[in-house]
């Protein structure tokens, strides 16, 4: 049996003093941490909802002061915060996507007096495939790429195509436009680095590019798998076309209700 | 809903550290008709090699019916119809569709009545109108391809390649009933051409290949008729480098009248690799005939480095034929198969042949195709196609002839020679020689050459693609 002294237990109680010291200053800040986190997101909530009174407010008295085109604009500019704001899960149905390209194109054409127009393709079947599970903001960022980079050159006559065509499986959605295009070899790069499974800038940092499609591209494999996702073909002054491929599962199928909506892959 | 047939994703293939295809995705629908448009050497027919199963990818991801497949399984699903015939002349078309399913019959011998008969129903049935008893050879040869589109379905192609198939034959009203037949019977086409206006007649879509993938693809619109013309006349890129273009004319051929020809003039310059194209395929052999028996000229005249050329032949010339299964002599060793057409130079004064020449030719030619890895062999027997063509190449490098005119290449070149002949090529040329090559292939050939002539019966035009870049 071994032997305590009294300077020995002395500096085992200080240990042990210190140590519960700690724990509790480490078990309060994640409390404080937490709180703030709470406060944070209650915030967060919060100001959505001052957003969207503000602009029914504002859609209101465009109303009642016969601006039509106002109301309209702030109506698509509501929901479309409503849609990607609202955190409720990082899915939507194909119908909620396209809706909001609609919403957000009426806003982009207010913006740029009508330079240019969607045209959306729906297939005969849309019914039957409106329900299909696709990454919220899949869409968007591609139609945002074309009129940030695909009309900076032109003056108007600008025109996006979103075509969906499902298959037995699978839903194939080509957002193409008739702008300037991407020459070859930065086309060769944007596909490439579209390969990577860590972002690397096409034209080697000079200036951030590619990044919204590689962000799309990256969450479509993450959900659904290798096999899919998406890939960009383009002609110089001909237009570029954007090709999605995904697989076709259904918002109300067991799969996705099993899984959460997570991942497929 | 549109049913997928087939999709292709990431597909690559890579050959002597080129790119051949470059990551390349497609996809088709069942009873879909894609053209496929793209300039010599874009990858047109080694993608439709590949999905034949001809050709073997590095990598890539195969689907067929939305399910996973093997690049073996896809192919099995696909028939292959090339500008050259694959039936057998000698047999009629009944028996060129039916010989193949021989192993099929349980029976040795083939009813003969029975497969006229059911050959004469599937005519029927498509409303082709050529007769199952006649002799192959006896059909045109879009009646021929007609029979073997014919022969693809009923061997159960779902989908068949076009590959570089002169689309006049579509024209046929008999081509457009079969077309309208098989599409309804969901069977898919893919038609490869580097003509954007004849694809536009007969393809629901068109896929655009440069650079070894796929850039583009259109639906077949008429409102899409201004874009097509503007992509097609759009210079594609070029990566060949225009190397010595020597000013000083090698021969010069002034107002040349034989035959049907009637006043062609052309020159070729020192140390230039030129491509002369007989597209229409009826000129290219009056010239040939003419630049080897000059003496035959009926007017103008040839002149090599300023000297006209009159006898029955002319010495700075020589002619390679690329029929390599009799030039090369299977008994003989390596060396000999290289020297053979210099043994004069290599003998000493008595005739005697010098072994330590022979060898030191042996060790350059060797040298010259490190790369290549070719060794010292003492029989040529079951030789590789490119080996075989570095030994013919280098044979008649070793004449020193002024200028060499390389006839019909296309019959032998593939993929995988093609590189080689080119560096062949590349290397005379910069040795002071000039290269003439005559040949009907023109999206083959093309990068073989710096300078193009289009030649017809009363005209030789400079091929002027190039330079719009």
Known sequence: MKLLSEKKLQKLLEEHSQKAVRDNARYYENEILKKQTELLTLQNQINPHFLYNALECIRAQAVLSDMREIADITYALSNFFRYSISMKSDFATLNDEVNVINNYMKIQQYRFRDRFCLNVDLPEAWNSIMDAVIPKLTLQPIVENSIVHAFTESADNGVITIEIIPTKKHINIRISDNGKGIDSDTLKMLNHSLEQEYYVSPNHGKRSTGIALWNVNRRLKLVFGDNYGLQVSSTPDLGTDVEIHIPYISVNSDDFSQTGGNTYA | ?469
């Open chain 2, 1 to 469: 809903m549109p049913e997928e047939l087939y999709r292709i994703q990431d597909l690559c293939l890579r050959k002597d550290n080129t790119m051949l295809i470059d990551h390349l995705t497609m996809y088709q629908y069942k009873g879909e008709i894609i053209g496929l448009i793209g300039l010599h050497d874009s990858g047109k027919t080694l993608l439709s090699l590949i999905l034949s199963g001809q050709e073997l990818p590095d990598s890539g991801r195969f689907y067929y019916e939305e399910s996973p497949v093997s690049c073996q399984v896809l192919a099995s699903h696909v028939a292959l119809v090339q500008r050259r015939s694959s039936l057998i002349p000698s047999l009629s078309v009944a028996e060129n569709v039916f010989i193949i399913r021989r192993h099929k019959r349980s029976s040795f011998l083939m009813h003969r009545k029975l497969i006229l008969h059911e050959a004469h129903n599937y005519m029927r049935e498509m409303r082709l109108t050529i007769p199952p008893h006649v002799q192959v050879k006896h059909l045109t040869r879009s009646q021929q391809c007609l029979v073997e589109i014919l022969k693809a379905y009923i061997l159960g192609a779902r989908l068949i390649i076009l590959d570089d198939i002169p689309l006049t034959f579509f024209q046929d009203p008999q081509f457009s009933r079969m077309y309208q037949y098989l599409k309804e019977k969901k069977v898919s086409f893919l038609l490869t051409s580097c003509d954007i206006y004849q694809l536009q007649l007969f393809s629901d879509r068109i896929y655009f290949m440069d650079d070894h993938r796929i850039v583009k693809w259109i639906y077949n619109e008429k409102r899409n008729a201004i874009d097509i013309s503007r992509l097609y006349s759009r210079p594609l890129s070029y990566t060949e480098p225009l190397s010595h273009d020597s000013p000083i004319v090698a021969m010069k051929a002034d107002g040349l009248c034989y035959g049907s020809l009637k006043h062609i003039s052309f020159e070729l310059h020192e140390g230039g690799i030129v491509a002369i194209f007989d597209l229409f395929r009826n000129a290219s052999s009056q010239l040939l005939d003419l630049l080897s028996h000059p003496r035959n000229l009926t007017a103008g005249s040839i002149n090599v480095y300023e000297k006209p050329v009159k006898g029955e032949s002319c010495a700075s010339f020589v002619f390679a034929g690329f029929e390599l299964e009799d030039c090369i002599f299977e008994t003989l060793s390596t060396r000999d198969n290289i020297c053979i057409g210099s043994y004069k130079k290599l003998a000493g004064p008595l005739g005697i042949l010098r072994r330590a020449r022979m060898q030191y030719v042996e060790q350059t030619f060797i040298k010259e195709y490190e790369e290549e890895g070719f060794n010292p062999r003492a029989s040529c027997r079951n030789l590789p196609k490119k080996e075989r063509l570095a030994m013919y190449l280098y044979r008649l490098e070793l004449l020193r002839k002024k200028i060499i005119f390389c006839i019909y290449p296309e019959k032998y070149i593939d993929y995988d020679t093609l590189h080689l002949l080119k560096k062949s090529l590349q290397r005379i040329a910069r040795r002071g020689n000039t290269v003439c090559i005559i040949t009907c292939d023109f999206e083959k050939i093309y990068p073989l050459a710096e300078r193009h002539l289009i030649l017809s019966l009363d005209s030789i035009q400079e091929y002027a693609g190039k330079d719009e870049e």
